[in-house]
């Protein structure tokens, strides 16, 4: 059984970004969360070039090209810089029971990988099981905003989340139209500077970032 | 590949290895200390120096607490006994060695964890605080280690479609060079097993007797002369059995197919430049890290469980 | 000529929020925001007429999509949308005498509200799947700042709560369009008309069930999240009750329909390949639970914004649970409770918002005898509520009374469910709004007179749709629920 040399990376590199979710998951200091994040966009450009080359893409270097700019550098920057502005660069935080978001975690791959099984008896050659892992990446992301306290790791949460879709995109399916993509990829940039002017407008009114402030609205 | 009945060429590969393993594992500790103290900018004692102390050791007299029970005289043998039985059994410098086939890769994490009971109970036969203590510690450090050794090893079992550590070798050397994502995954989980099992830096410290922080040398502290020599010997033979292990699982390029005479010099000059490689590497990662505070040890195990899982799901869904 | 006036109905509203984003701060901005939602309005009235004249439509190289369906929704959205602006100018201005709001927020407001009308008008009438999800994000994000405009805690707490859970849904969604798409390049090959949706319509019963199955969980998830439905709710009535009252009208009032619609065309798609009830039957357990959810908790609201948005969730819902049990009659009604819902509750909205700038105050019990301190927002806000709870002859009675007539036939277990919970919300509903309006009241007058033609036009329109059905009206609601199957 001897898989292409691509494929092997591709699968490989699928590999890293769930492990580097789960990185994510466990970490408590905000700027190292950071640079997980511009890791895992460092990852996704990679993966993202390996298939378009493999499959004769060429429309996915683009979006490599595009994921590199946007989410190794451009946005792991404007956190950095918002970060320092705001001045939560060393902020600890205190998570659920590292362990035990761990566990939940490996349930969740569990069900993600059982949930993709049958797609992936579909998918030829190249994709085999990529969807299984993005669809993990998805739901630890979507762990990490439940469990997350600080609006600053909510939004690399939210961010890592859309990686994962982005992964799912351009990996198991080879690239959705790139009218799509440019339309994703300036809905996520244009998210991010309202994100940034939140983080402002919260901590003026609240004096921290942390949302546990914001728990007032309730049904009575 | 079915082995069949024991041949002679076998059984020369099991002796060579028998012998080859109980000797030279001091050196391999004495290699490491060595690197640490080049270093730390040491000059060190030599890589003989292991040698010289448990000739030291044999020549002492035996100090025994006048409460200890036969537990307590009986423990050395059977670690030592079992720590080279587990270092004999692993293929390193021959696929075919009949030893192997007296178990596979879970009776293997078995006897370890005999070494491992007889040590925390002889330990707490004595009655000493610090005997209580380093057995319990070492009960919590080896009580998450085990999964992740266990999965693993599951992962090299899925991947060979065997339990059997023959079958595994020589199906991962027999393989041309592939990226299994899952391989690369346990790889990881398994370092940081051999770090804490082996009571070396980050998780335990083996030169340093502060109470507060150790764990294996806590256990050993009423032990002395001979029976000292042979636990230290253990570890040796313990951290030997473990490169063994990394060494068959993830880098077996070279070793001696069965019955093959002419490889054998060749593959054992093979195995010793990987140990003495995996002795640097070693080396070198303690020499980079700090020891974390114990309390912490569970999560980093917990990550080498984590990642040993998770490369056991990745082998499920990607089949790599 | 379709390219031209899709042109038009699409660009006046981006035109709108680029003037306003750069004119936002003059005096008359207000009256431009009113003036090109006026234009926008034109604009779907003619490619109204042109569709009902000639049928369904392609534009601009099948990339959009007119067809009975998403024109009646357009014209509905340019609707309300216009008439909401007619209500946020004096509302508005009456907001900034009060304090509450400063030149620059207003600013942010006006284009805010034409970029998210362009927003919605782009997921109505692209064909393209992987736009529809593009532009409900963009509408989330239009709208989220405005949600937060009044820099209070809890509007902040509101419009976090809401970027995050409706960034969380619309992400999912995402995934089910790249499941959607996975499926379709094995049908239709790689490029572009893979998320075309005429081009996936031609070919669903090709396409992969199990794909299918589990990309319309995530659509319905993802797009669930922003229609409302629980238990993806918990950001809808925050978000209601603590943004401005013009921008809880366009919420409520069309940003939930844009996004059942999404729902809408994934569900064409997914029964065309499975050929079974599975969609329908998904859509309806969420509706049935959004109903009775909604409908028990309304008794326990003490703001009226808020209140109003559980009952907004609970017809969501109803009209989710008659897409869900699918055939010619319920996605006719379903789709008239749409249009009855839409009116009815910005009416209610525009009169709530005069009703609290009064009183000042967004509490129930606080807010008193509204008939004595101006008749005409008493009135609006005491026809409006009866209108909501179905009472004949507003046109919400003859929807409901379709969609539940029509459940008593194909599944007569969920009656019951349905008529508890309609008495419950009435109950509710009537009883906190009853004081509101006839109670005894100490509010002062308003600084500048409120805009209640709009109420009145929109319960107009009710009141007659519910007694008299135009012919060519109810024949381009069959065209469109045939369209739906």
């Known amino acids: ?220 | 590949m079915i082995i069949n009945a024991v041949q002679i060429p076998a059984v020369v590969f099991q002796l060579t290895q028998l012998l080859l393993v109980v000797l030279a594992a001091p050196l391999l500790t004495g290699w490491v200390n060595q690197c640490q103290a080049w270093l730390q900018n040491r000059s060190g004692a030599g890589v003989l120096q292991p040698y010289r102390v448990l000739h030291k050791l044999f020549l002492k007299d035996a100090v025994i607490a006048y409460n200890a029970s036969w537990l307590f005289r009986v423990t050395p043998y059977v670690v030592f006994g079992c720590m080279w039985l587990a270092a004999t059994i692993i293929p390193i410098i021959a696929v075919d060695l009949p030893f192997s086939r007296a178990a596979d890769v879970i009776a293997l994490v078995g006897v370890f964890a005999l070494a491992r009971m007889f040590g925390a109970l002889a330990a707490m036969d004595i009655g000493t605080a610090f005997g209580t203590m380093g057995a319990r510690r070492e009960m919590m450090v080896s009580f998450l280690a085990e999964p992740a050794l266990l999965m693993v090893l599951f992962t090299a079992s899925m991947l060979s479609h065997s339990t059997q550590l023959p079958y595994i070798v020589s199906a991962f050397s027999r393989h041309q060079f592939m990226l299994y994502p899952s391989l690369a995954f346990a790889a990881l989980a398994f370092l940081i097993v051999l770090l804490a099992e082996n009571a070396r830096i980050p998780v335990d410290n083996p030169n340093t007797h502060l109470e507060l922080t150790m764990i294996h040398e806590a256990m050993i502290l009423e032990y002395s002369a001979r029976h000292l020599a042979l636990i230290e010997w253990a570890s040796s033979l313990k951290l030997f059995a473990y490169f063994s292990i990394g060494i068959a699982l993830f880098l077996p390029y070279g070793i001696a197919e069965v019955g093959h005479w002419s490889a054998l010099p060749l593959s054992i000059l093979l195995l010793l430049f990987k140990l003495a490689l995996a002795g640097v590497g070693l080396a070198l990662f303690e020499a980079l890290s700090a020891k974390m505070r114990i309390f912490r040890a569970p999560e980093f195990l917990g990550t080498a469980f984590l990642l040993a899982v998770l490369g056991l799901l990745i082998h499920f869904l990607l089949s790599a | ?485």
Not at chain 1, 27 to 41: D, E, K, M, P, Y
Not at chain 1, 50 to 67: E, I, K, N, P
């Open chain 3, 1 to 485: 000529m379709i390219d031209s006036q899709l042109l038009a109905l699409l660009l006046t509203p981006l035109l709108g929020g680029v003037l306003l984003a750069l004119l936002g701060s003059r005096a008359w901005a207000a009256e431009l925001n009113s003036l090109m939602s006026f234009f926008t309005f034109i604009a779907a009235v003619v490619l109204t007429m042109r569709v009902i004249d000639a049928g369904p439509q392609i534009a601009f190289h099948e990339q959009f999509f007119i067809d009975p369906f998403n024109v009646f929704l357009v014209a509905l959205t340019a609707f309300v949308a216009f008439t909401t602006s007619l209500f946020s100018r004096p509302y508005m201005r009456i907001e900034q005498h009060h304090g509450k709001l400063s030149t620059a927020m207003l600013h942010l407001y006006y284009s805010m509200y034409q970029l998210f009308t362009f927003t919605m008008l782009v997921a109505l009438t692209t064909n393209n799947m992987g736009i529809i999800w593009v532009a409900m994000e963009a509408a989330t994000l239009t709208t989220v700042l405005l949600v937060s405009l009044y820099r209070t805690p809890a509007s902040l707490e509101a419009a976090w709560k809401y970027f995050i859970l409706c960034g969380v849904g619309i992400a999912l969604a995402l995934f089910g369009t790249i499941l959607m798409y996975f499926a379709a390049q094995h049908v239709l090959g790689e490029g572009g008309t893979a998320l075309l949706w005429t081009h996936l319509n031609q070919v669903k019963g090709q396409l992969e069930p199990t794909v299918l199955k589990l990309a319309f969980v995530f659509l319905l998830v993802g797009y669930g999240t922003k229609i409302g439905l629980v238990p993806l709710h918990s950001w809808l009535p925050d978000a209601h009750a603590e943004g401005p009252t013009p921008v809880s009208a366009v919420l409520s009032g069309l940003l939930l329909n844009v996004a059942l619609t999404a729902v809408m065309r994934s569900k064409v798609l997914v029964d065309g390949s499975l050929g079974t009830h599975f969609a329908g039957n998904l859509m309806m357990g969420f509706g049935l639970l959004s109903v009775a959810v909604a409908s028990l908790s309304l008794s326990r609201q003490k703001d009226i914004k808020r209140m109003f948005a559980y009952s907004s969730i609970e017809h969501m819902g109803l009209i989710t649970f008659a897409f869900g049990m699918g055939g010619p009659v319920a996605t006719f009604a379903a789709m008239l409770h749409m249009t009855m819902h839409s009116l009815t509750k910005s009416a209610i909205f525009f009169a709530v918002g005069h009703a609290v700038q009064k009183s000042g105050t967004q509490v129930m019990e606080n807010i008193r005898g509204m008939i004595q301190v101006s008749p005409t927002v008493g009135w609006g806000l005491m026809l409006g509520t009866l209108a909501i709870l179905g009472m004949p002859p507003f046109g919400v009675f003859a929807s409901e009374f379709l969609i539940i007539t029509t459940a008593m036939h194909a599944y007569p277990w969920v009656t019951p469910i349905l008529l508890i919970s309609l008495g419950i919300a009435f109950a509710a509903i009537f009883g906190k709004i009853q004081p509101v309006v006839f109670g005894e009241t100490t509010a002062k007058p308003l600084p500048h007179s409120p805009a209640l033609i709009p109420v009145f036009i929109h319960l107009l329109l009710v009141l007659m749709l519910g007694l008299y059905m135009p012919p060519y009206l109810a024949n381009w609601y069959h065209q469109a629920a045939a369209l739906l199957g």
């Open chain 1, 1 to 220: 059984m001897q898989m292409l040399l691509t494929l092997q990376i591709v699968n490989l590199l699928a590999s890293l970004l769930l492990l580097i979710v789960f990185a994510m998951l466990a970490q408590r200091r905000i700027l190292s969360l950071i640079n997980l994040f511009a890791l895992q966009g460092a990852v996704l450009a990679l993966s993202t070039f390996v298939v378009g080359y493999s499959t004769g893409q060429h429309h996915l270097y683009y979006s490599a090209g595009l994921t590199l700019l946007l989410k190794v550098m451009l946005l792991p920057w404007l956190l950095h810089r918002l970060i320092r502005q705001l001045d939560v660069k060393w902020d600890v935080e205190t998570l659920l029971n590292i362990p035990v978001s761990m566990l939940i975690g490996i349930a969740l791959v569990i069900f993600s990988f059982n949930l993709a099984a049958p797609i992936s008896q579909l998918a030829h050659g190249l994709t085999r099981g990529l969807i299984g892992i993005a669809l993990a990446s998805v739901l630890l992301s979507l762990l990490m905003m439940l469990t997350r306290r600080k609006a600053v790791s909510q939004v690399v949460a939210f961010l890592s989340l859309e990686n994962s879709l982005f992964f799912a995109a351009a990996s198991a399916t080879q690239g959705m139209p790139l009218v799509v993509e440019f339309g994703i990829a300036l809905d996520v940039l244009v998210a991010t500077f309202i994100f940034g002017i939140f983080f402002f407008q919260i901590r003026e009114t609240f004096d921290s970032l942390d949302i546990s402030h914001m728990e007032k609205l309730k049904d009575d």
